[in-house]
């Protein structure tokens, strides 16, 4: 029966099947990762979406990369969340660049964009603008802490918001100071968070034809998904703290330092915990065995420390295998290379290797399976203005003679000297274009 | 509202703040006026009409899943063994509050909680009943264990041929590992999700101990709540095409997937460099000044990353030597120059309080005759950060009288600011089993003889 599941998600036939939002299209009026990663899973199911960059320059992210590396005039901050979608880029300031907007936003069912709260209003390309011209559209404006309120003016960054809920205190050792997640975590939880908001809207407009201004703060995501931070603190009075990499709530749940390497280990349920003792020959643990015992403080200690000392003597296969056996559980703190490599993350196509037709092979991530609606990767981010001619032709009917003229005015432009805006450097003229 | 933004302006040219404090005002106001939480009980919800059964168990991403599909509107009915869900038992310290954990009472919102027993064949049986009436199901059985007992997809798909089925596992239900599948936890997620391996301190950092660099996790549950967002997400896609297809689908979400699918570009860099950015604690490989110091009373963030950002950065700490020996991000984004910067400006923090240094940056940011912007965030406390008055204007910190577990201080909806459909909290969480009657009643018409047999037989 097991095999169904092989043969739903059978890789070979992903592009056979339809996808969820393919007839959502979505403006992005976005910069950064807050926003465009909003719109990228969008894409990802399906949704045609057109990415508006500052002619010339384009998206921050184009610079942003590791070290300064750039692979064929690409940078992977700035491919990590653009897949799928249409660069034009559209000099929003100009009065000429705001009627293209316009008319855009008219063919559009999704607005999306991350500017300081007002900036798009006073642009004139705000939800106030946009919906009279269109009452059904759906805006999700993205900000640091929202759109109205005390913060409403105040610049955010993903550490900012990590910062100031909290969060970035409940991370790193006692002892220690609070540590910054190694990735832009809130950029993407917000903009989750943003997708989902989209796609009830999408549901509720579905039903009654009307559409919705959606206002998603980054500092509030972060402060959801505190889990049980503030009952807490409002039961207690008391702070929470941070604890490494131990779980306050969750006993065992470290990691532990293996003769090779890290190991994730927890055992939780009471026939894991059984699993563990035996495993460990330690039959005076399981007077532990109710899981609220376990959670007290000292026999957090005890129990943690038994463990770490027993874990110290083997082999990350040797513990792996034992977990099996047992039924405890267990990982390997996983490396991009160890995922990269992993057949597992290959055949399910969450690591998604193609050959691009800009750039080239690539490797991209793909996460949640849906059967009968994939997620799917068809390319990724293409320079600067890169399908301004396909967009303005198709969606919009414009003239060359009038793309030419724009283009001169400086409304609308492609790449500019910075390398992260432009083709790869042996660009041929034609690969990858669509028009 | 206006005083407020005259004083957060003070730094601007005299001439544009008075028209630009008007605009705004203006702007702020309409904006409220859309989103306002005094308005959102009177407003509809998006996924009414919908039923969500959430039999995961032990599973936040579960759990997180369903909270984001009942705060949107959905009828959610969690379903737990007779003795309750050992998510109930997930609780800091061990804590119980009314007999439920601390982190279950957050997650039990907008919920009908009832009881059923899945080992037992009269328990399935009702299962499969309540499957009929609902769209969706959420589970985290494990691989395999659904199906051995009659209640997996292909199973329950023949019985609601629209269902959508959400299953929730840290290996997924295919693949060469997926028969590995145990129970999913946190900890696992974000270890396999390659977040852990680049969080931490610094590798790079001579003034670190050695013990100290190790990969690290998020102090919450992140593994779990992006897995719970994606399948809730992945609810909503299914939902939306079943609009036009008139057919269900198979789910399949793993929480370390889905946050590997937030963990910047460490794949695509790989792939293309076959390098691996080092754990770079208050430091960051790709974008720099981005960095946490410590001020006269606590952590401060603070950023300056572009160019011109960082020409802005090192005027207002007044070292602009700083800009002429690190000008661009080839020179900024080496891991040693990263310390030496970070060095000056922890120098220059450590005589400031947090207020005064984001009160600079604010002045900064507001002087339009200055460069750039310099973005600064306080580190706070959790429970300093429970005193901040902004969180309850906007209602995503607020105070809630629950029915059963009393006076609360709980997080909002993040879907609370929708103009036509907000999200909400219309309770917290129920005790186990409280539920049973109203829901064995409404949707299966049991009356009370059944259900007394149903509980001797120890069904529910």
Redesign the interface.
């Known amino acids: 029966m097991r095999d169904i599941y092989k043969e739903i998600f059978n890789p070979e036939i992903i592009f056979e099947k339809p996808e969820a939002l393919e007839n959502v299209r979505v403006l992005e009026l976005s910069n950064v990762v807050l926003g465009p990663a909003a719109s990228d899973f969008l894409a990802e199911f399906g949704a045609e979406v057109i990415k508006v960059e500052l002619p010339f320059i384009g998206d921050v992210m184009r610079s942003v990369t590791p070290g300064f590396f750039l692979y064929n005039n690409l940078s992977p901050g700035f491919e990590e969340q653009n897949h799928n979608k249409y660069h034009v880029a559209i000099d929003l300031r100009k009065p000429k660049g705001r009627e293209l907007i316009y008319r855009l936003a008219k063919k559009c069912d999704v607005v999306i964009e991350n500017f300081r709260p007002g900036t798009t209003d006073k642009w004139g390309i705000g939800y106030r603008q946009l919906s009279k011209i269109k009452p059904e559209i759906i805006y999700l404006a993205l900000s640091g802490f929202g759109q109205w309120g005390k913060n409403a003016l105040r610049v955010s960054y993903d550490a900012v918001a990590q910062a100031e809920s909290g969060l970035m205190y409940l991370t790193g050792f006692p002892e220690r100071d609070p540590i910054k997640c190694g990735v832009w975590i809130l950029d993407f939880s917000t903009s989750i968070t943003g997708a989902i908001a989209v796609l009830a809207a999408l549901l509720y407009r579905s039903k009654t034809g009307k559409g919705q201004f959606i206002d998603i703060a980054q500092v509030e995501t972060a402060i959801r998904w505190m889990d049980w931070t503030w009952v807490y603190v409002g039961l207690t009075g008391k702070n929470r703290g941070r604890c490494g990499n131990r779980d306050f709530a969750i006993v065992p749940s470290n990691v532990y330092r293996c003769k090779d390497g890290f190991v994730a280990l927890v055992a939780f349920k009471e026939d894991e915990f059984l699993g563990l003792c035996n495993a460990m020959g330690r039959e005076d643990l399981k007077i532990y065995l109710d899981p609220l015992e376990r959670l007290k403080p000292e026999n957090a200690d005890l129990i943690d420390k038994v463990i770490a000392d027993w874990v110290s003597k083997l082999t990350i296969n040797e513990l792996e295998r034992l977990a099996d056996e047992y039924g405890f559980v267990t990982s390997k703190v996983l490396t991009p290379e160890d995922v990269y490599m992993s057949e597992h993350f290959r055949e399910r196509k969450t690591v998604w290797i193609f050959e691009d037709h800009l750039y080239g092979e690539l490797a991209e991530v793909q996460g949640v399976k849906l059967s009968e609606t994939p997620g799917r990767i068809k390319w990724v981010a293409r320079p600067v203005g890169f399908d301004n001619d396909f967009v303005f032709v198709k969606l919009l009917g414009l003239s060359k003679e009038e793309i030419a003229e724009l283009e001169k005015e400086g409304v609308i432009g492609k790449w500019g000297d910075a390398k992260g805006t432009q083709p790869p450097d042996d660009w041929d003229g034609k690969k990858g274009l669509f028009f | 509202m206006l005083r ?2 005259n004083h ?2 003070t730094g601007m040219g005299k001439k544009d703040c008075f028209s630009e404090v008007i ?2 005002e203006d ?2 106001n ?3 006026s ?2 306002n939480p005094k308005d959102v009980h009177d407003k ?1 919800e ?2 009414e009409g919908i039923r969500v059964l959430d039999v995961s168990y ?1 599973n ?1 991403a579960g759990l997180f899943a369903s909270s ?1 599909l009942a705060e ?1 509107g959905a009828e959610v009915i969690k379903i737990e063994p007779p003795e309750g869900d ?1 998510a109930r ?9 009314k007999g439920t ?3 279950y ?3 039990g919102r907008n919920k009908y909680h009832i009881t059923l027993n899945l080992t037992k064949e009269k328990g399935r049986d009702i299962y499969k009943k309540l499957v009929k009436k609902s769209d969706v199901v959420i589970e985290s059985f494990g ?2 264990e659904a ?1 051995k007992l009659g209640i ?3 199973q329950l798909k023949e019985i609601n041929g629209k269902l959508i089925y959400v299953a929730i596992s ?9 028969k ?1 599948g ?2 999913d ?4 997620d ?12 610094a590798e790079f950092d001579p003034e670190v101990p050695e013990e ?1 660099k ?9 593994g779990w ?2 897995g719970g ?6 609810v ?6 079943r ?3 008139g ?8 929480p370390s ?2 946050l ?14 076959k ?3 080092p ?4 430091y960051d ?3 720099f000044a ?1 960095t ?1 110091v ?1 001020a006269k009373d606590g ?3 603070i ?1 300056g ?2 160019d011109p950002n960082w020409k802005g950065l090192t005027t207002m700490i007044n070292r602009p030597d700083l800009f002429e020996k690190f000008p661009t ?2 020179e900024r ?2 891991p040693e120059n990263q310390i030496v910067m970070r060095n000056e400006i922890q120098n220059w923090a450590e005589s400031k309080t947090s207020d005064e240094i984001l009160k600079l940056a ?1 002045d900064h ?1 507001l002087d339009e005759s200055k460069v750039g ?1 310099v ?12 005193k ?4 309850y ?2 209602d ?2 607020k ?1 809630f009288e629950d029915p059963y577990f009393g ?9 609370g ?5 907000p999200g909400r909290v219309k309770w917290c969480c129920r005790p186990v089993g409280a539920d049973n009657t109203y829901v064995y009643t409404k949707l299966l018409g049991f009356d009370a003889k059944k259900m007394r047999e149903l509980r001797d037989e120890g069904v529910i």
């Not at chain 2, 006076?407 to 879907?415: A, C, D, P, R």
């Open positions: 407020e933004l957060q302006m605009l705004m702007y702020f309409w904006v409220k859309l989103t509809p998006a996924l032990g936040f984001i949107l050992i038992k997930m609780t800091p310290f061990g804590i119980l509050h954990g601390l982190a009472i957050i997650e691989f395999g199906e997996g997809y292909p840290t290996y997924g239900q295919f693949g060469p590992e997926a590995k145990k129970s936890y946190d900890l696992i974000q270890a396999r999700s390659t977040v852990m391996s680049v969080t931490g301190e100290y190790v990969p690290l996790r998020m102090g919450n549950w992140m709540y992006t967002a994606w399948a809730a997400y992945a909503l896609l299914a939902l939306y095409w609009n036009f297809s057919v269900g689908q198979f789910i399949d979400v793993s997937e889905a590997l699918r937030h963990a910047n570009y460490n794949i695509q860099y790989y792939h293309e460099a390098k691996i950015v754990r770079a604690g208050p490989p790709a974008v981005y946490v410590k952590h401060v963030f950023a990353y572009s991000p080839r984004l080496i604010m940011n912007t973005v600064v965030g306080k580190i706070y406390k959790p429970k300093e950060s429970s901040l008055e902004s969180w204007e906007r995503i910190l105070k006076e609360l201080l709980i997080q909002g909806s993040s879907f600011k929708m103009s036509e459909t």
